[in-house]
């Protein structure tokens, strides 16, 4: 099992800066991808940065330039260092993890995503 623990929102002002960092629980192996996403009230969850499976990063078009996703593999932390924010990136940001889950001796697989519980971000004056 996985399990995603992520930390670093609060409140910030319009132009400042804050770092999300997300602690990643369990069985990492399985793990071929992660990322952030978010949610702001009234909206869809949607991809803000992640990794991908060849470790390639992918933006959002609205926080490309200012968010940036990183990695400790070491200590099993992804980050989201988020600078020159804005109102409209007041959301909860989740991290999303996802696992390649092994079924049979055959090697079958099944992909398994697995979410932290989300850390608000608001950005205001």
């Known amino acids: 099992q996985v399990r995603l623990v992520e930390s670093g929102g609060g409140l910030v002002q319009p132009g400042g800066s804050l770092t999300l960092s997300c602690s990643v629980f369990?069985?990492?192996?399985?793990?071929?991808?992660m990322g952030w996403h978010r949610q702001a009230p009234g909206k869809e969850r949607d991809l803000v940065a992640g990794f991908t499976s060849d470790g390639s990063t992918n933006y959002a078009d609205s926080v490309k330039g200012r968010f940036t996703i990183s990695r400790n593999n070491a200590k099993n932390t992804l980050f989201l260092q988020m600078n020159r924010l804005k109102p409209e990136d007041t959301a909860v940001y989740f991290c999303?993890?996802?696992?390649?889950?092994?079924?049979?001796?055959?090697?079958?697989?099944?992909?398994?995503?697995?979410w932290g519980q989300g850390t608000l971000v608001t950005v205001s004056s």
């Open positions: 369990g069985s990492t192996d399985s793990i071929v991808a």
């Open positions: 999303k993890a996802e696992r390649k889950v092994v079924v049979n001796v055959e090697g079958a697989y099944v992909m398994r995503e697995v």
